[in-house]
């Protein structure tokens, strides 16, 4: 890199839903874009295509059980208890299709 800011985006950020009223909601990022682009805010800044966290980044926070557990989860696979044990399944963590790649690629970013 050169030093310069950044913008790191691109469509595959907004390929998740938590739910419409879960403020993880994508189409706040598209409103934002759109307005610093509308704005002329972003007219010197490239933008960069994010590559998603592997599972070595993400068990540097989250232990590998967890990390499998919500590959699962996103397959529609796993007990619903060790779902619940984990916080996911919850209005806070809904589970949703493909939901590793997605927030694998939101951590990436």
């Known amino acids: 890199m050169s030093g310069r800011a950044a ?3 691109d ?3 907004e390929a998740y839903g938590f739910g419409g009223e879960h403020p993880f909601n994508p189409l706040r990022i598209r409103l934002t874009l759109e307005l610093c682009e509308t704005l002329g805010l972003l007219e010197n800044y490239p933008f ?3 590559e998603p966290a592997t599972d070595e980044d993400l068990t540097t ?3 590998l ?4 557990l919500v590959q699962k989860a996103g397959r529609g696979v796993g007990d619903l208890l060790d779902l619940m044990h984990y916080g996911l399944g919850t209005p806070d963590n809904p589970v949703f299709p493909d939901m ?3 927030c694998a690629r939101v951590v990436g970013g």
């Open 11 to 13: 469509l595959a950020l």
């Open 7 to 9: 913008v790191v985006h």
């Open 100 to 102: 590793h790649e997605a």
């Open 61 to 63: 926070v989250h232990s």
């Open 65 to 68: 059980t967890y990390v499998r």
């Open 48 to 50: 960069i295509v994010s």
